[in-house]
Nanobody, 124 residues
Framework: QVRLVESGGGLVQVGGSPRLSCDVS????????MGWFRQAPGKEREFVAA????????LYGDSVKGRFTISRDNAKGTLFLQMSDLRPEDTAVYYC?????????????????WGQGTQVTVSS
């Protein structure tokens, strides 16, 4: 069992650079593939960023590539999403997800665990 708790969201101005965190609680000793997804009102949940078991590989959705950076600190059990150059279209609930079945997590169907989400609202 894995428990995920996101934090760091809120109201941000256009161009802002907040950092989201996801605290990972688990008794498992094995690593998990981790990722960030987001869901805007009236839209499907979409892939934002993913990181491999030990942080060596990262992937990004086209809409955030070059602006967001995913990282993880396995020793502290924390996943991060550094966001920059925020735009109004980045407004969404951001979810942390984990999977024990695959090496890198890029689709919602492959996630085994989800956090409750944190709202990011970008105001102009």
């Amino acid at each position: 069992q894995v428990r995920l708790v996101e934090s760091g969201g809120g109201l941000v101005q256009v161009g802002g650079s907040p950092r989201l965190s996801c605290d990972v609680s688990t008794r498992a000793t094995r690593p998990y593939a981790m990722g960030w997804f987001r869901q805007a009102p009236g839209k499907e949940r979409e892939f934002v960023a993913a990181i491999g078991w030990f942080g060596g590989k990262t992937l990004y959705g086209d809409s955030v590539k070059g602006r967001f950076t995913i990282s993880r600190d396995n020793a502290k059990g924390t996943l991060f999403l550094q966001m920059s150059d925020l735009r109004p279209e980045d407004t969404a609930v951001y979810y942390c997800a984990a999977s024990g079945r695959i090496v890198i997590l890029t689709t919602t169907s492959e996630a085994d665990y989800w956090g409750q989400g944190t709202q990011v609202t970008v105001s102009s």
